[in-house]
Nanobody, 129 residues
Framework: QVQLVESGGGLVQAGGSLRLSCAAS????????MGWFRQAPGKEREFAAA????????YYANSMKGRFTISRDNAKNTVNLQMNNLKPEDTAVYYC??????????????????????WGQGTQVTVSS
């Protein structure tokens, strides 16, 4: 069982940065792949970024590449999402998720399609124009 709590959301102007954090409880955190998803008003939840259990493989949605960076610290049971050059269309509730990691290729595409069993409550990110 893994419990996830996100923090770090807020209001920022376009072009600004935010750093989201996800604190996980449970002794098996390091065995899970971790992902960040987001859901904008009136839209379906979408994948943003994910990282393998070791931290060695990351994968990003195309619209986040070059602007978002995911990282994890297994000693501290945390996963972070550094978001730079934010745009109004990044406005959404951001969710942290954990799931048992399947076999991965080197480029990590499976991180975006795998099953995530545990979810946080979400943190609001609002980007003003």
């Amino acid at each position: 069982q893994v419990q996830l709590v996100e923090s770090g959301g807020g209001l920022v102007q376009a072009g600004g940065s935010l750093r989201l954090s996800c604190a996980a409880s449970g002794r098996t955190f390091s065995r899970y792949a971790m992902g960040w998803f987001r859901q904008a008003p009136g839209k379906e939840r979408e994948f943003a970024a994910a990282i393998s259990w070791s931290g060695g493989i990351t994968y990003y949605a195309n619209s986040m590449k070059g602007r978002f960076t995911i990282s994890r610290d297994n000693a501290k049971n945390t996963v972070n999402l550094q978001m730079n050059n934010l745009k109004p269309e990044d406005t959404a509730v951001y969710y942290c998720a954990a799931g048992p990691q399947p076999p991965l290729s080197a480029w990590g595409y499976t991180l975006s399609t795998m099953r995530y069993d545990y979810w946080g409550q979400g943190t609001q990110v609002t980007v003003s124009s």
